[in-house]
C-alpha cells in the first residue's frame, strides 16, 4: 500500500538547514525529457517524504531547476495554508458532530487503532473528528517516518522552497481540494474498509517493507524496481490497492498529462515534479505525452 507517498504532500513547512550543493549526487526517482518544437520540460518523479541524504538532487536536475521558467507541482506545499486547511475540514474532518472515525470500524479493529495510535505517540483527540480515510494517511506517515523517511523533507517540498527562493514561477498541476476530494467521495464504509487494511498492513509488516522497497528504488533511481512497484500496484486486489491504481493513478494520470503538456507549449524551459508512480506502468504520464505527439526520452 503506498497511498501516502502518492498524494501526501499537503501543510508542510520544511526547513532543510542540512542540505546543500556539493559533490556529485546520484540520480533519483526517474527523470524525463519532454520536447515540443524549442521548448523543453524535464518530467521528474518524487516521492512525498524525504530525508537529508536526499539533497542536492543530481547536477543535471538542479541545473535544469536553476534555469527553469517555471516548476509545475501536483500541488504546491508552500501555497495557500488556508486553502489547504478548508480542503482537510471540507474533505477529511467530520462535520455536525459525527464521528469519531473508531466508531466505524468493527469491534475487534477499535483496539487496534488505539495501540497504533499510542505507537505513533498520536493524541486520541488529535484524530478524534478526522475521517478514517486521513487517518489511515496519518498511520502510514507515521509508520515511513519510523522507516527514517520525514514528510517534512518531502522531495516536493523541497523543490518548492527552491524555486520560491529563487523567485520562480510555481504551477499546480492540480488543487489539494480535488486532490482530497478523491478520498472524501469513499462512502463511510469504504473509508472504514481502507482504514482497515491500512492496520492490517502496519501490523503485518507490510507497509514498513513497501515503505523501504519505494524509497530505496527512488533513492538508487532503480528503474526496474519501479516497474516492479507499479505491477504491484495494478495487481493489488484489495479495496485500498484498487483505490490507489485506479482512483489515485489511472484517474490522474490524464490531467497531469495535460498539466506538463500545457505547460511545454507555454514555457521554453520548465520542470514538472510528481509523484513516481505517475511516471511508470501502464497509461503513465509519459506515456500519455507520447500519444499526445510529444517527443520524450527518458534519461534515467
Known sequence: MFTSLLWFTTGLAPSFSHARESGLAPNRGALFRIEQGSHVAWLFGTIHVGANSFYPLEPRLMTALREADALALEVDPLGAQDEIARAVREHGMYQNGRGPA????PAAYRPKLDRLLRQYGIDPRTVALMKPWMIASLLAVREFEAQGYQADLAVDAWLSRQAHARGQKVVELESVGAQMALFGR?????Q????????????????????RVIAQAWQSADAAALDRIAAKTASDTTYSGKFVSQVLLAE????LADGVA????????SVAAIGVLHLVGAGSVPDLLCKKGLRVERVY
Open 262 to 269: 500545457h505547460l511545454l507549449k507555454t514555457e521554453r524551459r
Open 186 to 190: 469513499m462512502s463511510a464504509a469504504d
Open 252 to 255: 490522474r494520470n490524464p490531467g
Open 192 to 211: 472504514a474498509r481502507f482504514l482497515r487494511e491500512s492496520i492490517d498492513a502496519i501490523e503485518d509488516k507490510e507497509q514498513a517493507i513497501d515503505a
Open 102 to 105: 473508531s466508531a466505524e470500524l
